[in-house]
C-alpha cells in the first residue's frame, strides 16, 4: 500500500476510535453526574464491552501494517509535523496495547466502574472497610497492567506513563525532594508570619444555586464557551471533554463556605479553556488532543490560582461576589477577603489546599500509591500510613476516613499514577506564567477589569492550538526558553507569600 | 454446531449487541436533557457509528447461520420457551437488518440526530421553515428504509411493523374509522353538555420545583423505584431504558399550570414502570423487552389516565397537591379539582388533550405521516395540510406552527409510524383495566388509601414480567380472553364521561 493511501486509512481508523472512546466518556460523565444507583452493574458492562472493543482497535495487527507502511516515507519527514505526530503516538499507543490482553482491559473497565461507585459510598459513610475490597482489586489490575506493559523492576513507572508519557517515578522523586526541601520550610515561616488571615470570612451562608451562578459567570468571564460546555455538581470535581462542542465542567458546593465549590470551579475550567481551545481540525486524533496530564493540570491549576487567587482578579471579581452573597460578603473588606482566599495553612483536604502546602498532599498520595503498586504497602494499612504521613508532613491526623484515604476518588477509578501530574501541573504553570507575564507584561490591570483575553489569547496560542504536537517537556520549552523546572514554581511562592504575610 | 452451542453463542452476541445499543440509549437520553447546544455535531457522528457498528452485528452472515443451526431443532419446540421467542425475534430483526444499507442506516442515525434538536430550536421559534429541509431529509431516508425493506405499495407498513410488529396501516385506518364514529359524537355531546367543569382551576402560580417534587412523590407512590431510575426535565416528554437498573422519564413543567406536567410526568412514569417490571433474568434478549409499541404506551395511558385522573386517585393526591401548592390549590374543592382533570374540550396540543379527543389528536397525525410517507404531501405543505386537519376534526386553527406541526418531536427524531402506537395503547389499556376490575374488585378503595400495589402486582404479573414472550395482540387476548378491540375504550370513555357531565 502506497504510504499516502496507509496514511489516510490509518487516521480514519483513529479518529473511528476516538469518537467510540468519546461514547465511553459520556458514560463516564454520566456515572458521576446522573446515573441512577442501581445502574452501576449495568454501566459496568457497558464500559467492560466499550474498552474491549476499543481495544481490539487499537491493538489490530492491521494497524501495525499501515503504521510499517508508513514510518519510513517521506510522509513524516518534519517530525513536528501532523502526520509524525500521529505515526509516533499512534505507533507508541499500538505498541502498549498490543501488551495488554483484551480480558485484563475488560476487567478493568469492569472494576473501576464498580470501585469508583463503592468508593463514593465509602466517603459518605466515611468506611475504608467498605472500599478496601474494591482497592484489592484495583491495585492487582494496575499490578498486572505494569506486568503486561513490562516495566521491570519499576511497575509504578508503566501507570505514571499513561498519564505522563516519558515521564519515571525517579524523577518524581527528585522533583519531591527538592520541592519538599523549599517548600516546608516556606509553609512554616507563613503559618508562624506576623500578619496572617482570617479564613472563616469565607464561611457563612451561601446559598448553592447562586454559587453555582456566580461559578458559571466567573467561568463565562475567563472564557469558558457555555454553548460548547456545561457545568453540573457531583461528588468530586472532574471534567469530561465528549467531543469538540461538548466540554462537561462537574463540581460541588458546599453551602457552608465559599472558597471550596469556586475554587474548584475554576480548577475545572482551566481544564475546559484547554480542551476548548484545542485545534478542531484535528480533533479525533493526537494533533488535537492535549499531550499529558501535567500540562492538562497546569492550566487547571494556573486558572485556579495564578490567576483566580491573584489581587487583581478580585478587584474584578469581589464586587461581584458581594452581589451576588450580601449577607455573607457584604460587610467584608477587600483585601481581607483576598487575604483569606490566599490563606496557607496545614489543612487535611488536598482539593481545599492553598498554593503552598498541596504539593505534601500530592507527595503523601505519590509515597502511598506507589507503595501500594509495588507492595510495600498492603491496602488494608492504607489508613494507617496515610494518617501517619499526614502526621509526618501536615502535623495533621485525620479524625476520619473521609477527610483521610478516601477523600480522592483516583484510586477508585483505577487512577493510579495520576497524582504527580497536578505538581508538575504547578511547576509548569509557574514556567507558562512568568512566561506570559515577560511577553504581555503585567496584566493585573486587564485582570481587574473583567478582561482575562490577552491570557487567553497568549495560552491559546502557545499552547492549547498546539495540542499534541510537542510532548510536554519539549513544548514548555519551546514556549518558556527553559526545560520544566520546579524554581519558578518556588520563587513565584515566595515572591506572592511573602509580600502578603509580611516575610 | 451442535443447536446448543449454536444458541448459547446466539444468545451471547445478542446480549451483547444489546448492551453496545443501551450506549447509545444514553447517548439519545443526553440529547435531549443535558448535552450542550455545540455538542450535536459530535454527538451525530457518535451515534451514526453506533449504528453502523450495530447493524453490522444484527445483519451478520455468521448470525444467520446460527439461527439456521437452531431453527429446526427441539431447542424451540415449545413456542411459547425463551429460547423459541429469542429465535424467532432475532430472526426477523436479522432478516429486516440484511436488508438495509449500511449506509443509510448510519446516515438515518446521523440526520434524524440533527433533525431533532434543529426541530426543538425551530420549535422555540415557532419556524417551520426552519425544521423544512431537515423533514424533508428524514421523509426521504423512511422511505428509502422503506424500500429496502421491500414493502411494496405500502411502504408505512414497513415502518410502522419497526414500532408494532406485523400491524398494517390498513388496520389501523380501520380502528380509526371505528374511533372517529364512537368518539366525534361522544365529544361533541361532552362539549355541549349541561354540567362543564371549570379548567382555570389548574392554573395559576405551580412552582417547578415543588411540580418536580410532587410528581416524583406521586411516581413513588405508584411503585416507581427512583435507586433504579430518575426523572429529568427536556423539551417533550419521553423515558429512555438505559439498562434494569437504570430507567429515565424525562418530563416538562410549566410554571403557570398543573396539569401538564404532571400528567405528561404520570405517562413517562406507566413507560417506567413497565421497564422496571420486565424479568431481567432476561435482559438484554427478546424475551426481557416490551414486544410492541402499543404495549408500552398502553402502560403509560392506563397510568396517566385511568389510574391518574380517576376519582378515587385523587382522593389520595388532592389533599397533597393542595399542601403543595396551596396559594392555587387550597381553596380549589376536591370535586371540582377531580373535574377539571377530566375537562374534555377540543384543544391544539395532543400531550394536554383529554383522553375523548386525543385519539383524534394520533389520527391526524397517522394520516399525515403515512401521505409524507408515500409521496401525496410535500412537506412543504404540511403546516397548511396540518391546519386544515385541526379545523376539520377538532375545529380548531393553530394560531403558529410551535402549537401546529411542530408540536411534536416524533417526526424530526426519524420516528414516522410511531403515533398509531398511542392509540393501540387505549385501546390495550381500557382491554386490561377492564380484565383487572373483573380479577381484582373495584380497586377505588385502595387507590383512595394510597395504595396501588395490586394493581401494579397484577399487570406485573399479566404484562411486565411477560416480558416479549407473546406478541402483542396474543397477550391482550391470553390476558383478558379477547383479541385487541377498540370497543371497551369507547364504552369506558361513554361510562366515566357520561356520569361525570350528566349525559
Redesign the interface.
Known amino acids: 500500500m502506497r504510504a499516502e493511501a496507509a496514511y489516510a486509512e490509518l487516521i480514519r481508523r483513529t479518529r ?1 476510535e476516538a ?2 472512546a ?2 465511553a466518556e ?2 463516564a460523565w ?1 456515572e458521576d453526574t ?10 459496568a ?2 464500559q467492560a ?2 474498552a474491549g ?1 476499543l481495544h481490539e482497535r487499537a491493538a489490530d495487527p492491521r494497524l501495525g501494517g499501515l503504521l510499517a507502511a508508513v514510518e519510513s516515507s517521506a510522509l513524516v519527514g518534519d517530525p513536528d509535523s501532523p502526520e509524525a505526530v500521529n505515526v509516533r503516538e499512534v505507533r507508541r499507543l499500538h505498541d502498549r496495547q498490543v501488551r495488554l490482553p483484551r480480558v485484563l482491559v475488560e476487567e478493568t473497565a469492569r472494576v473501576t466502574t464498580l470501585a469508583e461507585q463503592e468508593w463514593a459510598a465509602a466517603r459518605r459513610a466515611s468506611d475504608f472497610a467498605r472500599f478496601r475490597p474494591w482497592l484489592e482489586r484495583v491495585v492487582v489490575l494496575c499490578r498486572r497492567y505494569a506486568e503486561a506493559l513490562g516495566c521491570g523492576a519499576n511497575p509504578y513507572d508503566a501507570l505514571l506513563d499513561q498519564y505522563e508519557p516519558g515521564l519515571k517515578g525517579e524523577q518524581v522523586t527528585d522533583l519531591f525532594d527538592a520541592l519538599r526541601r523549599d517548600l516546608i520550610p516556606l509553609a512554616n515561616a507563613l503559618t508562624h508570619a506576623p500578619r496572617r488571615p482570617n479564613p472563616s470570612l469565607l464561611k457563612g451562608t451561601f446559598p448553592v444555586e447562586q454559587q453555582r451562578a456566580f461559578a458559571e459567570a466567573t467561568a463565562a468571564a475567563l472564557g469558558f ?6 457545568l ?1 455538581t457531583t461528588t468530586h470535581p472532574f471534567f469530561s471533554a ?5 466540554v ?1 465542567l462537574a463540581t460541588r458546593f458546599n453551602p457552608d463556605g465559599f472558597g471550596d465549590g469556586f475554587f474548584a470551579t475554576l480548577h475545572e475550567a482551566g481544564h475546559g479553556l484547554y480542551e476548548q481551545g484545542l485545534p478542531a481540525e484535528h480533533h479525533g486524533t493526537p494533533p488535537g488532543e492535549v499531550p499529558s496530564l501535567g500540562l492538562h493540570e497546569s492550566q487547571a491549576r494556573l486558572w485556579e490560582n495564578t490567576v483566580g487567587r491573584s489581587h487583581s482578579f478580585w478587584r474584578y471579581f469581589f464586587p461581584r461576589a458581594q452581589q451576588a452573597f450580601p449577607a455573607a460578603l457584604g460587610g467584608v473588606a477587600f483585601d481581607d477577603f483576598h487575604f483569606a482566599v490566599n490563606n496557607v495553612e496545614a489543612t487535611l483536604i488536598r482539593v481545599q489546599a492553598d498554593e503552598v502546602t498541596y504539593n505534601l498532599h500530592v507527595l503523601i498520595r505519590f509515597e502511598l500509591e506507589r507503595a501500594l503498586v509495588e507492595g510495600e504497602l498492603p491496602v488494608a494499612d492504607l489508613p494507617g500510613a496515610w494518617d501517619e504521613a499526614y502526621r509526618h508532613h501536615l502535623g495533621l491526623t485525620p479524625p476520619d476516613d473521609a477527610r483521610g484515604c478516601l477523600q480522592d476518588g483516583h484510586w477508585g477509578a483505577g487512577m493510579i499514577g495520576y497524582f504527580p501530574t497536578y505538581t508538575l501541573g504547578n511547576v509548569f504553570a509557574a514556567q507558562l506564567f512568568d512566561r506570559a507575564r515577560i511577553e504581555l507584561g503585567d496584566m493585573g490591570e486587564a485582570f481587574a477589569r473583567g478582561d482575562f483575553g490577552g491570557l487567553l489569547g497568549w495560552l491559546s496560542d502557545k499552547v492549547y492550538r498546539q495540542g499534541g504536537r510537542y510532548a510536554a517537556a519539549r513544548l514548555i520549552e519551546r514556549v518558556t526558553g527553559a526545560p520544566p523546572d520546579h524554581r519558578p514554581l518556588v520563587a513565584s511562592l515566595r515572591r506572592k507569600y511573602g509580600a502578603l504575610y509580611g516575610i
Open positions: 473511528e469518537l467510540l468519546s461514547c459520556l458514560l454520566d446522573y446515573m441512577p444507583p442501581a445502574g452501576v452493574g449495568h454501566r458492562r457497558q464491552l466499550l472493543l464557551d457555555f454553548r460548547r460546555g456545561r453540573d465528549v467531543g469538540p462542542g461538548d462537561r
